[in-house]
């Protein structure tokens, strides 16, 4: 006679015990407080204390991206010893982040810095000769971002700084010339403007600005390149942004030379308050005016000689690569 199973005869495997997910995530309220130094292909390099300490990015961080200049929180081993790894759990509220993108159409913008206080925009004057629609870029980027910025005009040894100054001291912007002649006048003045601050410098390549990023810190070694003499253009040394601390206090961030500053993530509102010199032209314009048309009180403005043209053609250029129009 053939046997009956019954539920007795059933055997079945207990689920694997885990933990149940949850949305909490640890405070990490023991987390020692670090500064982002350098950034290289997934890794950090941090300043603990005394110690320089490599960290990745936690899980928990999600996309949020670190950048150079972030106060961050860290968990793991902060000894600093070699081959120690620690992981960055948090991203400290940031007091100034400093934006470009790809191209003016780009949607896409990345950081280049966090929590400056200053932008050092350097511009030779000749070898390679300055662009005044870059050096606008980069102060609407500053104007935009709360971060106060400072022209650094260097090679005064090979043209004269006249024309530049003339054009940007009306309108607030801090000065500071450097060259050869001037027996190291300038790089002490520079000195003095950045100590105890944190300053971000920026310029295209061939400028001088690592030249000047070494006499202010005479440890930092970075790589002085040499401008072409059939372009007229630097070639690319700084290849990622890096924070060295002065010898007198303050910190001074190294970036990569760039030749070009998009401005997508600007309003056309916040690209005018770059050009305080025609703002008060433009409050005569007619209502929802795109500065583009032939009614634009910007044109009158420069037919009576109360602007300069130059600096109409730099924002409009600005408004119309902002569009895909145009090339700058």
Not at 66 to 75: F, M, S
Request: charge should be negative; aromatic fraction near 4%; glycine fraction near 8%.
């Amino acid at each position: 006679m053939a046997r009956r199973y019954d539920e007795d005869d059933v055997r079945i495997r207990p689920a694997p015990r885990s933990r149940p997910r949850t949305r909490i995530r640890p405070a990490h309220e023991t987390a020692a407080p670090g500064l982002v130094t350098a950034v290289d292909r997934g890794r950090y390099t941090c300043l603990v204390g005394d110690a320089v300490v490599v960290a990745m990015r936690a899980r928990e961080l999600g996309r949020k991206s670190v950048v150079v200049g972030d106060n961050v929180a860290i968990v793991g081993d902060v000894t600093g010893e070699p081959d120690k790894l620690a992981r960055i759990v948090r991203i400290e509220p940031r007091s100034s982040v400093l934006r470009r993108t790809a191209d003016d159409v780009d949607p896409n913008e990345s950081i280049v810095v966090a929590n400056v206080d200053q932008l050092v925009i350097v511009t030779s004057l000749a070898q390679p000769d300055p662009n005044m629609r870059w050096i606008d870029r980069c102060l609407v980027a500053a104007y935009d971002a709360g971060i106060e910025p400072l022209l650094c005009l260097t090679k005064t040894d090979l043209a004269d700084a006249a024309e530049l100054v003339a054009m940007y001291s009306p309108l607030g912007v801090r000065h500071i010339v450097s060259g050869l002649e001037d027996d190291g006048r300038g790089v002490s003045t520079l000195r003095a403007d950045v100590t105890g601050r944190i300053s971000a410098f920026i310029g295209p390549s061939g400028a001088g600005k690592s030249t000047l990023v070494n006499q202010l810190v005479p440890d930092a070694h970075r790589i002085i390149g040499v401008v072409s003499a059939s372009t007229g253009k630097g070639k690319h040394t700084s290849t990622s942004v890096v924070a060295l601390p002065l010898p007198g206090g303050g910190w001074v961030f190294d970036t990569p030379g760039i030749r070009s500053f998009g401005l997508a993530h600007v309003s056309v509102e916040a690209i005018l308050d770059g050009f305080d010199d025609l703002h008060e032209a433009a409050a005569l314009c007619p209502p929802h005016c795109d500065h583009l048309s032939p009614d634009c009180a910007l044109d009158t403005a420069v037919a009576s000689g109360v602007a300069d043209p130059r600096r109409l053609d730099s924002f409009r250029r600005l408004l119309l690569s902002r569009e895909g129009r145009a090339d700058d």
